[in-house]
């Protein structure tokens, strides 16, 4: 159905373009990105340079060029023509925004960070430009730029859960553990169908040797995100550190059965030993085993 419904914005985008020639580069623009949802890349393509051909100085034709590559994760051309869109106009935000995850991707956080400041500048209320700069300095170990920039985004959008939950992980990397808890349960208030915000709170709660509110908060975490797989896997560890090695492994079955990779981190995991000694277990791996094979 959805098919049906962008072949239809297609058509009409087509026609619109024959018929009003004032606003023949919107509807085009409009056609390429349908064709792009549609998987039609080269149609897309085709598009973007003839924009670029008849508007060399407006830069969507070029950032059209770049996004068809970066979605396909050729980052190298993607920044080539993230810079020639840039090029037109020094000032086009999209292209400083998208080309900042394209140098991280190389590998170039510093380049990264340089992007989104420029989207700020040019854009001081963009949440997004001042939560993921935050995330690229918090990455490089400079925690107090990392929170200038998170508590910067919480002003742009108060209550925002993911700017919560990354104050919480810089807070409590700086050793303010009490005030990283806080954050996280303002996270999970906010919205609890981000599992990392439970996750995150229950290993605080483990390190303080509270495990029976460590598994308190997990299993509230399972209940709002039943198909998060390392849920599963964290509480089994909790379980079987204070004694309850049943219900840890059932949850190593839970885990295992949405993500069966987790068997291999349950063969060397130190709190899991005595889970790896029910007789089930060997049962477990055979079945996943199985299982894997007739995929």
Not at 102 to 120: H, N, P, R, T
Request: glycine fraction near 4%; proline fraction near 3%.
């Amino acid at each position: 159905m959805k098919k049906f419904f962008l072949f239809a914005r297609a058509a009409i985008y087509r026609a619109l373009y024959r018929l009003n020639r004032k606003k023949s580069l919107q509807y085009l623009l409009e056609l390429a990105s349908v064709y792009e949802q549609l998987g039609l890349y080269f149609r897309a393509a085709r598009i973007y340079y003839r924009t670029i051909r008849d508007h060399p100085k407006d830069p969507r034709g070029y950032y059209g060029v770049a996004i068809l590559h970066d979605n396909r994760k050729r980052y190298t051309k993607a920044i080539h023509w993230y810079q020639k869109a840039l090029e037109a106009n020094p000032e086009f935000v999209p292209a400083w925004f998208f080309m900042a995850n394209a140098v991280y991707e190389k590998g170039d956080k510093q380049k990264s960070i340089e992007c989104y400041l420029k989207v700020i500048s040019l854009d001081p209320t963009n949440f997004w430009a001042c939560n993921n700069v935050g995330s690229v300095y918090e990455e490089l170990n400079r925690n107090t730029e990392a929170l200038r920039y998170f508590r910067k985004a919480l002003e742009i959008m108060p209550g925002q859960h993911k700017a919560l939950f990354n104050i919480g992980v810089v807070l409590s990397k700086m050793g303010y553990e009490q005030k990283a808890q806080e954050y996280y349960w303002e996270s999970i208030r906010g919205y609890n169908r981000y599992p990392y915000s439970f996750l995150n709170l229950s290993l605080l709660y483990k390190n303080e040797e509270k495990l029976d509110r460590a598994i308190v908060v997990i299993s509230e975490g399972i209940r709002c995100n039943p198909n998060a797989s390392f849920l599963y896997y964290n509480r089994a560890c909790y379980l079987a550190i204070s004694g309850n090695t049943d219900d840890a492994f059932v949850d190593v079955v839970r885990a295992a059965k949405l993500n069966p990779t987790y068997i291999s981190y349950v063969e060397k995991d130190e709190d899991l030993e005595n889970v790896r000694k029910l007789p089930g277990y060997e049962a477990l791996k055979r079945l996943l085993r199985q299982e894997h094979k007739d995929e």
